[in-house]
């Protein structure tokens, strides 16, 4: 399995940003998709989860309102829509990949496939 992040870059507060993920290498159907965040000096931390199979999502609470996951099963990717970016939106944004079972994984450890992520810098 091989993930492949894009779109992030440099935005003003209170802007928005649209990251992708290209996936290829596996059967998705099977799957969980995600984004994780980490920020300078702090841990990787789970932001959203999508089931391939269904799409049904899961966010973490700080995010909800403000992020959307997606996925287009076409195009085999998997999208994530930030809206009303703040300073502490800004980190290395990664696309992980995991069998499912379950929930939708919330850990480091329910994803076994990453991408190299792609950093998000908010500036006010």
Request: aromatic share 12%; glycine share 14%.
């Amino acid at each position: 399995v091989e993930l492949v992040e894009s779109g992030g870059g440099s935005v003003q507060f209170g802007g928005s940003l649209r990251l992708s993920c290209a996936a290829s290498g596996g059967t998705f159907s099977y799957y969980d998709m995600a984004w994780f965040r980490q920020a300078p000096g702090k841990e990787r931390e789970f932001v959203a989860g999508i089931r391939w199979s269904g799409g049904s999502t899961a966010y973490e609470d700080s995010v909800k309102g403000r992020f959307t996951i997606s996925r287009d099963t076409a195009k085999n990717t998997v999208y994530l829509q930030i809206h009303s970016l703040k300073d502490e939106d800004t980190a290395v944004y990664y696309c992980a990949a995991g069998r499912l079972s379950g929930s939708i994984g919330r850990r480091i450890y329910d994803y076994n496939h990453w991408g190299q992520g792609t950093q998000v810098t908010v500036s006010s």
